[in-house]
């Protein structure tokens, strides 16, 4: 689920979250870490929920004192993502077909990076950034038949890592 780009470059997974808010996921003594703690789908699952909820504040107004964690609820039942843009992530995709970066190049919600030597090479590896909104919006697509099916299989692959984020 996570990778650290300076030292797993030649072993990445598929889809790996690299980096949240900007802020690099490191490999330390073989443990993943984010500002020096232990990084996890548990407790990224609770931050981005915090965070989701902590954009919701000054819509709802909060008046019955809730939680982050509820007012994320709320967010998720009214699927009211917008909360979501403030929330950025970073993925790598390792070794994936030169139209799934295409699609995401072409799609300018995404700041993508990528090898220069590997700018026409297929496979590519490359990382795309975005907001958790439109992350989301990205996973929708692994159904939808305006994209062709090799890279609706990859958006596929980015709903299987982030969606356990967001139940």
């Given at each position: 689920?996570?990778a650290?780009?300076?030292?797993?470059?030649?072993?990445?997974?598929?889809?790996?979250?690299?980096?949240?808010g900007?802020?690099?996921?490191v490999?330390h003594?073989?443990q993943?870490?984010?500002?020096?703690?232990?990084?996890?789908a548990k407790?990224l699952?609770?931050?981005?929920?915090?965070?989701?909820?902590?954009?919701?504040v000054?819509t709802?107004r909060n008046p019955?004192?809730k939680t982050?964690d509820?007012?994320a609820?709320v967010?998720?039942e009214h699927?009211?993502l917008?909360?979501?843009h403030?929330?950025?992530?970073t993925?790598a995709?390792?070794?994936c077909?030169l139209?799934?970066?295409?699609?995401?190049?072409?799609?300018?919600?995404f700041h993508l990076?990528w090898v220069d030597s590997?700018?026409?090479?297929d496979?590519c590896?490359?990382t795309a950034?975005?907001?958790?909104?439109?992350?989301?919006?990205?996973m929708g697509?692994a159904?939808?038949?305006?994209?062709?099916?090799e890279?609706r299989?990859?958006?596929?692959?980015v709903?299987?890592l982030l969606?356990?984020l967001?139940a």
């Amino acid at each position: 689920m996570f990778a650290d780009l300076r030292s797993e470059l030649d072993a990445l997974p598929e889809v790996a979250i690299v980096a949240v808010g900007g802020i690099p996921i490191v490999l330390h003594r073989g443990q993943h870490q984010l500002f020096g703690r232990p990084v996890t789908a548990k407790n990224l699952r609770e931050a981005l929920r915090d965070g989701l909820g902590l954009g919701a504040v000054l819509t709802y107004r909060n008046p019955n004192d809730k939680t982050l964690d509820q007012l994320a609820q709320v967010c998720l039942e009214h699927d009211h993502l917008w909360t979501a843009h403030v929330l950025m992530l970073t993925v790598a995709f390792a070794r994936c077909p030169l139209a799934v970066r295409n699609a995401f190049a072409f799609d300018r919600r995404f700041h993508l990076s990528w090898v220069d030597s590997e700018v026409s090479d297929d496979p590519c590896t490359f990382t795309a950034t975005g907001s958790l909104r439109e992350w989301a919006r990205m996973m929708g697509y692994a159904d939808a038949p305006s994209f062709k099916a090799e890279p609706r299989a990859w958006f596929a692959k980015v709903a299987d890592l982030l969606g356990p984020l967001l139940a």
